[in-house]
Nanobody, 123 residues
Framework: QVQLVESGGGLVQAGDSLRLSCAAS????????LGWFRQAPGKEREFVAG????????YYAGSVKGRFTISRDDTKKALYLQMNSLKPEDTAVYYC????????????????WGQGTQVTVSS
């Protein structure tokens, strides 16, 4: 069982940066694949970035590749998403998620979800 709590969202201008954090509870954090998803109003929840267990390979949606960086610190049971060069289309509620060790970009691969943090990018 894992509980996830996101933080770091806010209102920024286009071109700014934000760093999202996700604090986790659970004894086997390092064995989970972790991911960030986002959901904009009226749209489906979509994959943003994922990182396999034990700081393995990272994966990104094409729309954020080169601008966002996912990282994890298993000693702190934390997941991060560094977001640079933000665009208005990045506006959404961002969710962190935990799943199987090899979880990548499909929602069904993730079993645990946080409550989300709002990111709003103004033009």
């Amino acid at each position: 069982q894992v509980q996830l709590v996101e933080s770091g969202g806010g209102l920024v201008q286009a071109g700014d940066s934000l760093r999202l954090s996700c604090a986790a509870s659970g004894r086997t954090f390092s064995s989970y694949g972790l991911g960030w998803f986002r959901q904009a109003p009226g749209k489906e929840r979509e994959f943003v970035a994922g990182i396999k267990w034990s700081a393995g390979s990272a994966y990104y949606a094409g729309s954020v590749k080169g601008r966002f960086t996912i990282s994890r610190d298993d000693t702190k049971k934390a997941l991060y998403l560094q977001m640079n060069s933000l665009k208005p289309e990045d506006t959404a509620v961002y969710y962190c998620a935990a799943g199987g060790p090899l979880a990548v970009d499909r929602r069904y691969e993730y079993d645990y979800w946080g409550q989300g943090t709002q990111v709003t990018v103004s033009s």
